[in-house]
């Protein structure tokens, strides 16, 4: 991009740069553009040669000759199945000649654009993004959505900061949610100005979801010709490897930022914010990786708007509530007027706000940070003649009304609730100035570096002269406010207009108007619900709440993580038993309602993902329906197998309800009856015996095998922990956990302060953890064998030679061999149960 020699450059300067066609790409892949009919090559990033290892010119060539005839045809039939240029197919670990890449692809406009990237070994995105999701699912709180959110795209990435970014009604933005490394300054809180991030990064944002700078002082390869033979330049708006505009780089390079990741968070089909990702040495995040966090932002974007429908309904169901107790005290109150001051405290809290005040009858009530008095009169002829009847607003009171100078320091924000046609009634609400209550969330002594394009394009300058901007200026009105007071509106004026109506008909008529009021409120809200729900695609074909639909999807997940962390973590299997132990620990009870028995089985990793799912369906449906719903029921599962032959399992159910035959079949029963005859190449046969379910499942080689027993010594619920969490909690010990994988760890952390443990430190290596014991010594610790390529026994050494207690923790099925010094010190099993994990600290405690 040009620039003239005497034009002031600032981050407004993109506004008016075509960041869409910048004529180059990022250093760390390269590119090809095709015609549609993907024959020839018209255009090529400079370093594709050296990348794709291709000595001669690769302009005006065919495609095949330069990729090969068979990955000619599987890019071609890739781009068949993309649906559009935003979603670019991808082929993930292709060979190209003698290389490995990453490769998407997409039809833009006149080209077909082909990009490539080296292939690192990474795992598969659907994992990675289902064990994030994973995560979130089950939170039903936007604060803690979004705090927990950044922190598991900080522990899935490893970039040095993750920050919630969430745009406001002006365009200004505010970190809303930080995780970083521990020695840099923090932004929460932080707001910056529109003008950081140009209108036209906003529209490729919702265009283009996840947006990845490797290195902010990289090279930009130059794409040849910059122009085709129709004089158009190379729309690069959905290209993963498109280069970054100078400007922006230069603001992160102020910053001290040297790779960024940024993922967009869109909420009806507006940018409601975007999760930033900063890293301070250059970073290129493999494509598999990239995919995963694109498919969890969109749920968290589905998600976040999930929870915010559901805190609008919730706010308009309280002021609904609210409004039905005034109107049941207005049916016994004489003076309408004297009542609507007397709830003025209630009204109050209808809407955040710094002060309310109430003009009825010419009498003029307030409580909080209210205008003058003498200014009332006037700011009502204002809003008299704006309003005409209906609820207005505005956060920049001194813009509407020059004469509000004169008290702009006690209220900049209005809105207003007519309580008449004529305006003489009105209920006001007002907000104060919101940069008196701004604070620079950095440290305030940090210099920013001054680039050569002007100290405007740094942090501090951009927060400095957006306070300016946005001076005599409140917190912006938003429409669920705006919606909760025009009800608030129509129910006051219905409840004025009912006290000044004589005869009983007119009464019916209001509270008929009343409830067509309610009706079309609960309409609307079941249609918003409906929209969401058609977006969360499930298999599931019968109806069911949204609770119920969480819930199962919930334990589906969990159920694969129990068979995907044994064959991630372990030999590519798992043991029969460890699988059973961990999917009915929690209906095992003092009364022993569930066994098993049987020789020691190993599945390999197909057979123990399917069995994780069909043991979960049934333990479910007997929780729910069969003999593990009430107190007299039990489950028994027993197997066989003799040398090489097929493993037969057997789950039987009495003691529960009478069985009687299901009138249809759910996902679930398909899942159970299907999967095994499906996957596994075996049998599945279901009994529906009066006396109780009745299951068989036939497994064939080489999905199983004999093995030698486990050897760890597991811990599982006791019988007798009812008083021991309540004497864990009271003791508060603190607590070291050593475990390598962050997603883990979190879980781990999230247990542990649902117990009322607060004094929980986290490492990842020996090293810190042997850094923590000298700095903290802990009173119990839960260490993970297997950290990676070495092990935790140097820590544990130093904690036995300390005193301190601990255990191991693993999730290898056949169980860990543990040197001699340690025999004897208690095993806990991945994935950790909240349960086994109680039960394995109050031991310590109690020894």
Same mark, same amino acid.
């Given at each position: 991009?040009?620039?003239?020699?005497?034009?002031?450059?600032?981050?407004?300067?993109?506004?008016?740069?075509?960041?869409?066609?910048?004529?180059?790409?990022?250093?760390?892949?390269?590119?090809?553009?095709?015609?549609?009919?993907?024959?020839?090559?018209?255009?090529?990033?400079?370093?594709?040669?050296?990348?794709?290892?291709?000595?001669?010119?690769?302009?005006?060539?065919?495609?095949?000759?330069?990729?090969?005839?068979?990955?000619?045809?599987?890019?071609?039939?890739?781009?068949?199945?993309?649906?559009?240029?935003?979603?670019?197919?991808?082929?993930?670990?292709?060979?190209?000649?003698?290389?490995?890449?990453?490769?998407?692809?997409?039809h833009?406009?006149?080209?077909?654009?082909?990009?490539?990237?080296?292939?690192?070994?990474?795992?598969?995105?659907?994992?990675?993004?289902?064990?994030?999701?994973?995560?979130?699912?089950?939170?039903?709180?936007?604060?803690?959505?979004?705090?927990?959110?950044?922190?598991?795209?900080?522990?899935?990435?490893?970039?040095?900061?993750?920050?919630?970014?969430?745009?406001?009604?002006?365009?200004?933005g505010?970190?809303?949610?930080?995780?970083?490394?521990?020695?840099?300054e923090?932004?929460?809180?932080?707001?910056?100005p529109?003008?950081?991030?140009?209108?036209?990064?906003?529209?490729?944002?919702?265009?283009?979801?996840?947006?990845?700078?490797?290195?902010?002082?990289?090279?930009?390869?130059?794409?040849?010709?910059?122009?085709?033979?129709?004089?158009?330049?190379?729309?690069?708006?959905? %290209?993963? @490897? /498109?280069?970054?505009?100078?400007?922006?780089?230069?603001? !992160?390079? &102020?910053? =001290? +930022?040297?790779?960024?990741?940024?993922?967009?968070?869109?909420?009806?089909?507006?940018?409601?914010?975007?999760?930033?990702?900063?890293?301070?040495?250059?970073?290129?995040?493999?494509?598999?990786?990239?995919?995963?966090?694109?498919?969890?932002?969109?749920?968290?974007?589905?998600?976040?708007?999930?929870?915010?429908?559901?805190?609008?309904?919730?706010?308009?169901?309280?002021?609904?509530?609210?409004?039905?107790?005034?109107?049941?005290?207005?049916?016994?109150?004489?003076?309408?007027? %004297?009542? @609507? /001051?007397?709830?003025?405290?209630?009204?109050?809290?209808? !809407?955040? &706000?710094? =002060? +309310?005040?109430?003009?009825?009858?010419?009498?003029?009530?307030?409580?909080?940070?209210t205008?003058?008095?003498?200014?009332?009169?006037?700011?009502?002829?204002?809003?008299?003649?704006?309003?005409e009847?209906?609820?207005?607003?505005?956060?920049?009171?001194?813009?509407?009304?020059?004469?509000?100078?004169?008290?702009?320091d006690?209220?900049?924000?209005?809105?207003?609730?007519?309580?008449?046609?004529?305006?003489?009634?009105?209920?006001?609400f007002?907000?104060?100035?919101?940069?008196?209550?701004?604070?620079?969330?950095?440290?305030?002594?940090?210099?920013?570096?001054?680039?050569?394009? =002007?100290?405007r394009?740094?942090?501090?300058?951009?927060?400095?002269?957006?306070?300016?901007?946005?001076k005599?200026?409140?917190?912006?009105?938003?429409?669920?406010?705006?919606?909760?007071?025009?009800?608030?509106?129509?129910?006051?004026?219905?409840?004025?207009l009912r006290?000044?109506?004589?005869?009983?008909?007119?009464?019916?008529?209001?509270?008929?108007?009343?409830?067509?009021?309610?009706?079309?409120?609960?309409?609307?809200?079941?249609?918003?619900?409906?929209?969401?729900?058609?977006?969360?695609?499930?298999?599931?074909?019968?109806?069911?709440s949204?609770?119920?639909?969480?819930?199962?999807?919930?334990?589906?997940?969990?159920?694969?993580?129990?068979?995907?962390d044994?064959?991630?973590?372990?030999?590519?299997?798992?043991?029969l038993?460890?699988?059973?132990?961990?999917?009915?620990?929690?209906?095992?009870?003092?009364?022993?309602?569930?066994?098993?028995?049987?020789?020691?089985?190993?599945?390999?990793?197909?057979?123990?993902?399917?069995?994780?799912?069909?043991?979960?369906?049934?333990a479910?449906?007997?929780?729910?329906?069969?003999?593990?719903?009430?107190?007299?029921?039990?489950?028994?599962?027993?197997?066989?197998?003799?040398?090489?032959?097929?493993c037969?399992?057997?789950?039987?159910?009495?003691?529960?309800?009478?069985?009687?035959?299901?009138?249809?079949?759910?996902f679930g029963?398909?899942?159970?009856?299907?999967?095994?005859?499906?996957?596994?190449n075996?049998?599945?046969a279901?009994?529906?015996?009066p006396?109780?379910?009745?299951?068989?499942?036939?497994?064939?080689?080489?999905?199983?095998?004999?093995?030698?027993?486990?050897?760890?010594?597991?811990?599982?619920?006791?019988?007798?922990?009812?008083?021991?969490?309540?004497?864990?909690k009271?003791?508060?010990?603190?607590?070291?956990?050593?475990?390598d994988?962050?997603?883990?760890?979190?879980?781990?952390?999230?247990?542990?302060?649902?117990?009322?443990?607060?004094?929980?430190?986290?490492?990842?290596?020996?090293?810190?953890?042997?850094?923590?014991?000298?700095?903290?010594?802990?009173?119990?610790?839960?260490?993970?064998?297997?950290?990676?390529?070495?092990?935790?026994?140097?820590?544990?050494?130093?904690?036995?030679?300390?005193?301190?207690?601990?255990?191991?923790?693993?999730?290898?099925?056949?169980?860990?061999?543990?040197?001699?010094?340690?025999?004897?010190?208690?095993?806990?099993?991945?994935?950790?149960?909240?349960?086994?994990?109680?039960?394995?600290?109050a031991?310590?405690?109690?020894?």
């Open positions: 991009m040009s620039l003239s020699p005497n034009e002031p450059v600032n981050l407004g300067t993109c506004d008016r740069e075509p960041i869409h066609i910048p004529g180059s790409i990022q250093s760390h892949g390269c590119l090809l553009a095709c015609d549609i009919g993907l024959t020839t090559i018209e255009r090529v990033s400079e370093n594709a040669r050296a990348i794709l290892g291709f000595e001669r010119d690769l302009l005006g060539r065919g495609v095949g000759d330069v990729l090969g005839q068979k990955l000619l045809h599987d890019l071609r039939n890739a781009l068949a199945t993309a649906s559009t240029a935003a979603r670019p197919a991808l082929l993930l670990g292709v060979m190209c000649g003698e290389r490995t890449f990453d490769i998407a692809i997409h833009y406009k006149a080209a077909v654009i082909i990009e490539f990237e080296p292939a690192p070994a990474v795992g598969q995105p659907l994992h990675i993004a289902r064990e994030m999701i994973g995560r979130i699912s089950d939170i039903t709180d936007v604060d803690r959505l979004v705090q927990r959110a950044g922190r598991i795209v900080a522990g899935a990435t490893g970039y040095d900061r993750v920050m919630i970014y969430r745009f406001e009604q002006d365009g200004a505010k970190v809303v949610s930080e995780t970083k490394r521990g020695d840099l923090s932004f929460l809180g932080q707001y910056f529109a003008s950081d991030i140009p209108q036209q990064a906003r529209a490729l944002y919702l265009k283009n979801t996840i947006r990845v700078i490797a290195d902010a002082s990289g090279e930009r390869v130059p794409v040849t010709p910059v122009l085709d033979t129709s004089g158009e330049p190379l729309d690069l708006s959905f %290209a993963h @490897l /498109r280069s970054v505009s100078p400007i922006h780089c230069e603001y !992160l390079r &102020n910053m =001290g +930022v040297a790779a960024s990741m940024s993922i967009s968070i869109i909420v009806d089909g507006t940018l409601w914010g975007l999760i930033a990702c900063h890293h301070y040495s250059p970073l290129a995040l493999p494509m598999a990786q990239r995919v995963a966090m694109e498919v969890f932002g969109e749920f968290f974007s589905l998600h976040l708007k999930s929870l915010k429908e559901r805190q609008r309904v919730a706010a308009v169901a309280g002021t609904r509530e609210a409004l039905d107790r005034f109107l049941i005290l207005s049916a016994h109150h004489e003076d309408v007027g %004297a009542l @609507l /001051r007397q709830s003025l405290q209630e009204f109050s809290r209808l !809407l955040p &706000n710094d =002060g +309310v005040g109430l003009m009825f009858d010419g009498k003029w009530t307030s409580l909080g940070a205008p003058p008095e003498d200014a009332v009169a006037h700011l009502l002829d204002v809003v008299r003649i704006a309003s009847g209906r609820v207005w607003a505005t956060h920049a009171l001194l813009q509407k009304v020059p004469e509000a100078a004169a008290y702009s006690r209220v900049s924000g209005l809105l207003a609730i007519p309580l008449s046609q004529t305006g003489s009634d009105c209920l006001l007002f907000r104060k100035e919101l940069v008196q209550t701004l604070d620079w969330a950095g440290n305030p002594e940090k210099t920013y570096e001054t680039g050569p394009l =002007g100290d394009l740094t942090p501090r300058k951009s927060f400095a002269i957006w306070k300016e901007t946005v005599a200026q409140a917190q912006v009105w938003t429409e669920a406010e705006r919606e909760i007071a025009e009800i608030a509106r129509v129910s006051i004026v219905e409840i004025v006290h000044n109506e004589l005869m009983a008909g007119e009464r019916r008529k209001s509270e008929v108007r009343q409830r067509m009021l309610n009706q079309e409120l609960s309409h609307r809200v079941k249609n918003i619900l409906a929209v969401i729900k058609s977006l969360v695609t499930s298999p599931q074909h019968h109806k069911s949204l609770e119920d639909y969480v819930a199962t999807l919930q334990g589906r997940i969990e159920a694969l993580s129990v068979a995907h044994q064959v991630v973590r372990g030999d590519g299997g798992g043991i038993a460890d699988l059973l132990q961990a999917e009915l620990q929690p209906y095992r009870t003092k009364a022993s309602t569930v066994s098993y028995s049987g020789p020691a089985i190993w599945l390999d990793s197909r057979a123990f993902s399917v069995m994780a799912l069909v043991f979960h369906e049934l479910t449906n007997a929780a729910k329906y069969g003999a593990l719903s009430v107190a007299t029921g039990s489950v028994e599962i027993s197997w066989t197998m003799a040398k090489e032959t097929v037969e399992i057997r789950w039987r159910e009495q003691g529960g309800p009478i069985v009687h035959i299901p009138a249809r079949s759910g029963s398909a899942l159970i009856e299907r999967s095994v005859p499906y996957d596994l075996g049998e599945s279901i009994r529906f015996e006396a109780g379910l009745e299951a068989t499942f036939k497994i064939p080689p080489p999905h199983v095998k004999l093995t030698a027993s486990s050897s760890a010594l597991a811990i599982d619920t006791p019988d007798d922990l009812s008083a021991r969490p309540n004497a864990l009271a003791a508060d010990p603190s607590v070291l956990i050593v475990e994988q962050m997603l883990i760890a979190l879980d781990l952390e999230a247990m542990l302060a649902d117990e009322g443990l607060t004094k929980v430190a986290t490492t990842n290596s020996v090293k810190q953890a042997m850094a923590q014991i000298d700095a903290s010594p802990p009173d119990l610790a839960i260490l993970d064998i297997n950290l990676g390529p070495t092990n935790s026994f140097a820590v544990a050494e130093k904690l036995r030679k300390r005193g301190t207690p601990f255990v191991f923790a693993t999730g290898y099925g056949e169980g860990a061999e543990l040197p001699e010094a340690f025999t004897g010190v208690p095993i806990v099993r991945k994935p950790y149960s909240r349960s086994a994990i109680v039960a394995a600290l031991s310590l405690m109690s020894a």
